[in-house]
């Protein structure tokens, strides 16, 4: 069982968050306090793989919460609900026990503040019910004919049941109905009602989350009577927490302190400490000289009196020395809790794990790391769900998995978008930004077959047209052509200088609006003037955009679907850009970039719309850049 989206309402700063689709591994990515925490702590209290409880005090929006107990809307508040997709088995085996009862593969789950959990299955109750009657005797028909669900099935069947002769005899119906309360019993397995027995079956197959923040790290020692109260009733103190954790992993069991085989204790830890040192050198690439190490120790107090501590030391091997884990990089210490802490659930595929700002106190270059493992490991068999404002937490390549958080306010509060072109914050989306430029600049100077472009909507375009030509069997870009977002026409003389003298490019422009600083960077030597290409020279319109490569009645209809629009060519005046023609038509400019994200994301269903004089068109400027491009692409 996946989960396939989930909602937050009325929790902390969350009004509601809107639906959140989730994928194998989900970001969340946003500004500092936009909702980012409170969205992922809404959702371990769902199912957690650990007891935590709703509190109205703690986490109802405080603003809110007085208005809301005189309305009474409190007590109907569902601060998190999640939609849960079935696997083909789990399907197959309520088909097996019930026949085809599911009205959709999926379910949902949800929790109140008083602590309810419940569970919505759409069931085919009626279909089941009428089946149900086929199979007993048919004197009972006609009283059952109408009878809705399982529960007033077993009503109406108890009814009968009662019915006696004049000699106070049961009669035939109701013998019959005895018969059939029995025969739907055993078909329920016991159970009151379908929607029970299907319940019995889902619930225990619906995933638990497991939640982990940088507040839930390892210290460097504990009292250990501490650790073992924690042990057993629990602690809000999550650093203490962590470590009764660790000690329930080791398999020592909570009792009286002084009745501890304390040498016993300390070989437990000592195994424990050994595999869990593995698991961090598997993925912990900045040091593989680190050596965790845990022990019960004990420590005189003021009046020398022995007192039982649990330490936490890493040992250097490299540099042959010990400290506490406290003393270690914060980084280090959080990828060592983080290790121990999920350990006991390694093996579990029905988690979803949320991680709240992973890797926030790491190296760039040990995100990266971190990333690499959640991908690799993390992932394999469950979910992961995670929150970010690093760029070096996403990945470019898998834009997709991110979910943007805003707060838009007191009367919205924290709102989630999956989609990043709705977001005009630029704060927000920097992130996203960031790690585009980080990846551009890590491939920038690699090749030489590289092609500037104004911007993403440019590399939209010429990717999909390329892909397409290439599969038809003619003209595509180079497979080692690099596509080089330049930021928008006033950026790439800019660009151009501070870099053409180091970087093989050729450069797309769309018109001729910087043609003159393009020519100075050209006497400057930056660049060459045979790679230098305007879209005008493959469309008959001055100034042409890449958008005229289109015939205008396809690009139109492009934006009809973006925008929700019904244009038509014939009614846009003018022979000029067809953005322009739309922007005059409209009374306003629009975003281009979205109709380009439309294209990218249909473009199944759209290419094949395309007429032959564009896909020439696209084609003639392909051939033109792969052309002007170096024949030997320099070796990565």
Same mark, same amino acid.
């Given at each position: 069982?996946?989960?396939?989206?989930?909602?937050?309402?009325?929790f902390?700063?969350?009004?509601?968050?809107?639906t959140?689709?989730v994928?194998?591994?989900?970001?969340?990515?946003?500004?500092?306090? /936009?909702?980012? #925490? &409170?969205?992922? $702590?809404?959702?371990?209290?769902?199912?957690? =793989? +650990?007891?935590?409880?709703?509190? @109205?005090?703690?986490?109802?929006?405080?603003?809110?919460?007085?208005?809301?107990?005189?309305?009474?809307?409190?007590?109907?508040?569902?601060p998190?609900?999640?939609?849960?997709?079935?696997?083909?088995?789990?399907?197959?085996?309520?088909?097996?026990?019930?026949?085809?009862?599911?009205?959709?593969?999926?379910?949902?789950?949800?929790?109140?503040?008083?602590?309810?959990?419940?569970?919505?299955?759409?069931?085919?109750?009626?279909?089941?019910?009428?089946t149900?009657?086929?199979?007993?005797?048919?004197?009972?028909?006609?009283?059952?004919?109408?009878?809705?669900?399982?529960?007033?099935?077993?009503?109406?069947?108890?009814e009968?049941? /009662?019915?006696? #002769? &004049?000699?106070? $005899?049961?009669?035939?119906?109701?013998?019959? =109905? +005895?018969?059939?309360?029995?025969? @739907?019993?055993?078909?329920?397995?016991?159970?009151?009602?379908?929607?029970?027995?299907?319940?019995?079956i889902?619930?225990?197959?619906?995933?638990?989350?497991?939640?982990?923040?940088?507040?839930?790290q390892?210290?460097?020692?504990?009292?250990?009577?501490?650790?073992?109260?924690?042990?057993?009733?629990?602690?809000?103190?999550?650093?203490?927490?962590?470590?009764?954790?660790?000690?329930?992993?080791?398999?020592?069991?909570?009792?009286?302190?002084?009745?501890?085989?304390f040498?016993?204790?300390?070989?437990?830890?000592?195994?424990?400490?050994?595999?869990?040192?593995q698991?961090?050198?598997?993925?912990?690439?900045q040091?593989?000289?680190?050596?965790?190490?845990?022990?019960? $120790?004990?420590?005189?107090?003021?009046?020398?009196?022995?007192?039982?501590?649990?330490?936490?030391?890493?040992?250097?091997?490299?540099?042959?020395?010990?400290?506490?884990?406290?003393?270690?990089?914060?980084?280090?210490?959080?990828?060592?809790?983080?290790?121990?802490?999920?350990?006991?659930?390694e093996?579990?595929?029905?988690?979803?794990?949320?991680?709240?700002?992973?890797?926030?106190?790491?190296?760039?270059?040990?995100?990266?790391d971190?990333?690499?493992?959640?991908?690799?490991?993390?992932?394999?068999?469950?979910?992961?769900?995670y929150?970010?404002?690093?760029?070096?937490?996403?990945?470019?390549?898998?834009?997709?998995?991110?979910?943007?958080?805003?707060?838009?306010?007191?009367?919205?509060?924290?709102?989630?978008?999956?989609?990043?072109?709705?977001?005009?914050?630029p704060?927000?989306?920097?992130?996203?930004?960031?790690?585009?430029g980080?990846?551009?600049?890590?491939?920038?100077?690699?090749?030489?077959?590289?092609?500037?472009?104004?911007?993403?909507?440019?590399?939209?375009y010429?990717?999909?047209?390329?892909?397409?030509?290439?599969?038809?069997?003619?003209?595509?870009?180079?497979?080692?052509?690099?596509?080089?977002?330049?930021?928008?026409?006033?950026?790439?003389?800019?660009?151009?200088?501070?870099?053409?003298?180091?970087?093989?490019?050729?450069?797309?422009?769309?018109?001729?609006?910087?043609?003159?600083?393009?020519?100075?960077?050209?006497?400057?030597?930056?660049l060459?003037?045979?790679?230098?290409?305007?879209?005008?020279?493959?469309?008959?319109?001055?100034?042409?955009?890449?958008?005229?490569?289109?015939?205008?009645?396809?690009y139109?209809?492009?934006?009809?679907?973006?925008?929700g629009?019904?244009?038509?060519?014939?009614?846009?005046?003018?022979?000029?850009?067809?953005?322009?023609?739309i922007?005059?038509?409209?009374?306003?400019?629009?975003?281009?970039?979205r109709?380009?994200a439309?294209?990218?994301?249909?473009?199944?269903?759209?290419?094949?719309?395309?007429?032959?004089?564009?896909?020439?068109?696209?084609?003639a400027?392909?051939?033109?850049?792969?052309?002007?491009?170096?024949?030997?692409?320099?070796?990565?």
């Amino acid at each position: 069982m996946n989960l396939a989206s989930f909602r937050v309402r009325l929790f902390r700063n969350v009004i509601d968050s809107g639906t959140i689709k989730v994928l194998d591994n989900t970001c969340l990515v946003g500004k500092n306090e /936009a909702g980012k #925490s &409170a969205i992922l $702590e809404a959702l371990h209290r769902l199912n957690p =793989a +650990k007891p935590i409880p709703l509190s @109205l005090l703690d986490e109802y929006p405080r603003w809110l919460k007085k208005a809301h107990e005189i309305s009474g809307d409190i007590k109907k508040a569902v601060p998190i609900q999640a939609t849960f997709a079935l696997t083909s088995d789990e399907v197959s085996l309520t088909n097996k026990r019930f026949g085809n009862v599911l009205e959709k593969n999926e379910i949902v789950a949800s929790r109140k503040y008083e602590g309810d959990f419940e569970l919505d299955v759409p069931l085919k109750l009626q279909e089941y019910v009428r089946t149900f009657v086929t199979s007993v005797p048919e004197i009972l028909h006609q009283s059952l004919a109408e009878i809705p669900t399982t529960t007033d099935l077993f009503k109406k069947l108890d009814e009968i049941a /009662a019915q006696t #002769s &004049a000699d106070d $005899e049961p009669t035939p119906e109701a013998q019959a =109905a +005895k018969q059939a309360k029995t025969l @739907l019993s055993e078909r329920l397995a016991g159970a009151e009602s379908l929607t029970f027995a299907i319940h019995k079956i889902l619930r225990p197959l619906i995933p638990r989350t497991f939640y982990f923040s940088q507040y839930s790290q390892l210290a460097g020692r504990y009292r250990l009577e501490e650790v073992v109260k924690a042990i057993e009733v629990g602690s809000d103190d999550e650093e203490l927490q962590a470590a009764a954790d660790f000690l329930t992993l080791a398999r020592i069991a909570p009792q009286n302190v002084e009745e501890w085989d304390f040498e016993a204790s300390n070989s437990e830890l000592e195994a424990i400490s050994s595999l869990l040192t593995q698991r961090v050198r598997a993925n912990w690439k900045q040091n593989k000289h680190l050596k965790l190490v845990v022990r019960i $120790e004990s420590v005189p107090d003021p009046k020398g009196r022995p007192e039982r501590y649990l330490q936490f030391r890493v040992e250097d091997t490299r540099h042959d020395f010990s400290n506490r884990l406290d003393r270690r990089s914060t980084g280090f210490r959080w990828f060592v809790s983080f290790v121990a802490s999920f350990f006991e659930f390694e093996k579990d595929s029905a988690i979803v794990l949320l991680l709240d700002e992973p890797g926030l106190s790491l190296h760039a270059r040990a995100q990266k790391d971190l990333l690499d493992a959640i991908d690799s490991h993390l992932t394999v068999g469950r979910q992961v769900i995670y929150t970010t404002h690093s760029p070096f937490m996403v990945r470019t390549e898998a834009l997709h998995r991110a979910r943007i958080v805003e707060d838009r306010g007191p009367e919205l509060g924290s709102v989630v978008t999956n989609d990043a072109g709705t977001t005009s914050d630029p704060d927000t989306l920097f992130p996203l930004q960031a790690a585009l430029g980080y990846d551009i600049a890590q491939n920038l100077f690699i090749g030489n077959q590289n092609i500037l472009l104004e911007g993403t909507s440019d590399i939209v375009y010429l990717s999909v047209m390329s892909s397409h030509l290439g599969k038809l069997g003619r003209r595509s870009l180079p497979e080692n052509a690099r596509l080089l977002p330049g930021g928008g026409a006033t950026n790439i003389p800019t660009f151009l200088a501070l870099l053409g003298g180091q970087l093989d490019v050729v450069v797309l422009l769309d018109g001729e609006a910087q043609r003159q600083r393009i020519d100075n960077a050209i006497a400057a030597g930056k660049l060459s003037g045979s790679r230098v290409f305007s879209v005008d020279k493959f469309v008959k319109i001055a100034g042409a955009d890449i958008e005229d490569l289109f015939e205008p009645t396809e690009y139109v209809a492009l934006y009809n679907k973006t925008f929700g629009r019904s244009l038509k060519e014939k009614d846009l005046k003018g022979n000029d850009r067809i953005v322009k023609r739309i922007a005059r038509k409209e009374g306003h400019d629009f975003d281009h970039g979205r109709v380009a994200a439309y294209f990218l994301m249909n473009q199944n269903d759209e290419i094949d719309r395309l007429s032959t004089v564009t896909l020439g068109r696209f084609e003639a400027l392909i051939e033109a850049l792969s052309n002007a491009l170096p024949s030997v692409p320099r070796a990565d």
